[in-house]
């Protein structure tokens, strides 16, 4: 007598958990977010919740003082702080394994110099050239905590907690100390002494992204001593060209200082730079630089 064959029954498919179904498919059509920004966390959602709050906050004495001034400054401000969340958004969702997918204290610490320089350049934009009106008082002490009490702690705390630094945390030290670093300039030339050509040694930077030198290259020029020395005296004079308390002659020699350094500045950065010094690039540089930092610029 022939055994009877069992009929095989079709394999059990498992339902994929919530997780991963959000790792591995996009999110549903109609999201306001970009696709790799539509898992935020609840980290970066506190940290642009306070910063939004902090900005309209600083904007309730422009509106007393002037309606239209007071508009200007909320969509400078607003309009910079949120850009920078939003790539900030898409680093957290384009973190490689091992890598955190969101934000932490020491993080807000560094974000908090990205705040200050929005709130600093729309000051600068929206507030009348007086140093000793509320622009400047608003502006000055937000650059001056931002480039020395933030800059000087963020890092050592940054080594002492438990992950340790992070790759998208070296890349913002650098981004959101230049992007102050501008916004103070910036504030010295609309509230203060300074000319508008003091605008261009900031910019280089700026400048050198939009090229083809490749992003490694550009970071590692100002992560030198050479930039950061010549960071500090560039911060330094344009804090004195508008300090709401400072007499007449630190401000005028804020501003020859100044142009005196002008002409030493640009030619330091732009010798620093790979596209002065033949032999340096390469396609690895290359490939690897626009690695370094895709979560951010892609």
Same mark, same amino acid.
């Given at each position: 007598m022939?055994?009877?064959?069992?009929?095989?029954?079709?394999?059990?498919?498992?339902?994929?958990?919530?997780?991963?179904?959000?790792?591995?498919?996009?999110?549903?059509?109609?999201?306001?977010?970009?696709?790799?920004?539509?898992s935020?966390?609840?980290?970066?959602?506190?940290i642009?919740?306070?910063?939004v709050?902090?900005?309209?906050s600083?904007?309730?004495?422009?509106?007393?003082?002037?309606?239209?001034?007071?508009?200007?400054?909320?969509?400078?401000?607003?309009g910079?702080?949120?850009?920078?969340?939003?790539? %900030?958004?898409?680093?957290?969702?384009?973190?490689?394994?091992?890598?955190?997918d969101d934000?932490?204290?020491?993080?807000?610490?560094?974000?908090?110099?990205?705040?200050?320089?929005?709130? %600093?350049?729309?000051a600068?934009?929206?507030?009348?050239?007086?140093?000793?009106?509320?622009?400047?008082?608003?502006?000055?002490p937000?650059?001056?905590?931002?480039s020395?009490?933030?800059?000087?702690?963020?890092?050592p705390?940054?080594?002492?907690?438990?992950?340790?630094?992070?790759?998208?945390?070296?890349?913002?030290?650098?981004?959101?100390?230049?992007?102050?670093?501008?916004a103070?300039?910036?504030?010295?030339?609309?509230?203060?002494?300074?000319?508008?050509?003091?605008?261009?040694?900031?910019?280089?930077?700026?400048?050198?992204?939009?090229?083809?030198?490749?992003?490694?290259?550009?970071?590692? %020029?100002?992560?030198?001593?050479?930039?950061r020395?010549?960071?500090?005296?560039?911060?330094?004079?344009?804090?004195?060209?508008?300090?709401?308390?400072?007499?007449?002659?630190?401000?005028?020699?804020?501003?020859?200082?100044?142009?005196?350094?002008?002409?030493?500045?640009?030619?330091?950065?732009?010798a620093?730079?790979? %596209?002065?010094?033949?032999?340096?690039?390469?396609?690895?540089?290359s490939?690897?630089?626009r690695?370094?930092?895709?979560?951010?610029?892609?």
């Open positions: 022939k055994a009877r064959r069992r009929r095989r029954s079709p394999p059990i498919r498992r339902s994929l958990s919530g997780e991963t179904i959000g790792r591995e498919s996009p999110p549903p059509p109609g999201t306001i977010l970009a696709s790799s920004c539509a935020v966390r609840t980290g970066w959602v506190r642009t919740g306070v910063g709050v902090a900005i309209l600083a904007s309730v004495l422009f509106v007393k003082d002037e309606r239209r001034r007071g508009a200007g400054f909320t969509a400078v401000a607003l910079s702080f949120l850009f920078q969340q939003f790539l %900030v958004a898409r680093a957290l969702a384009r973190s490689k394994e091992g890598e955190p934000l932490d204290a020491v993080d807000a610490l560094t974000l908090s110099r990205g705040l200050g320089a929005s709130i %600093v350049a729309a600068a934009f929206a507030g009348p050239r007086d140093r000793r009106r509320y622009a400047a008082k608003l502006a000055w937000l650059a001056l905590t931002g020395t009490l933030t800059d000087w702690i963020d890092g705390l940054a080594r002492r907690r438990g992950r340790g630094p992070t790759r998208l945390g070296r890349v913002l030290d650098l981004e959101l100390d230049s992007w102050l670093t501008l103070t300039t910036l504030a010295g030339e609309r509230l203060g002494t300074l000319d508008a050509i003091c605008l261009i040694t900031p910019s280089l930077r700026y400048l050198a992204m939009a090229s083809p030198i490749p992003y490694e290259d550009v970071h590692a %020029v100002g992560k030198s001593d050479r930039a020395n010549l960071g500090i005296t560039q911060m330094a004079l344009a804090l004195a060209s508008f300090a709401p308390f400072a007499g007449a002659a630190t401000t005028a020699v804020a501003r020859i200082a100044s142009l005196v350094l002008l002409p030493i500045h640009v030619s330091a950065l732009a620093a730079l790979p %596209v002065f010094r033949p032999g340096r690039q390469s396609e690895s540089a490939t690897s630089g690695a370094m930092t895709s979560s951010i610029t892609s």
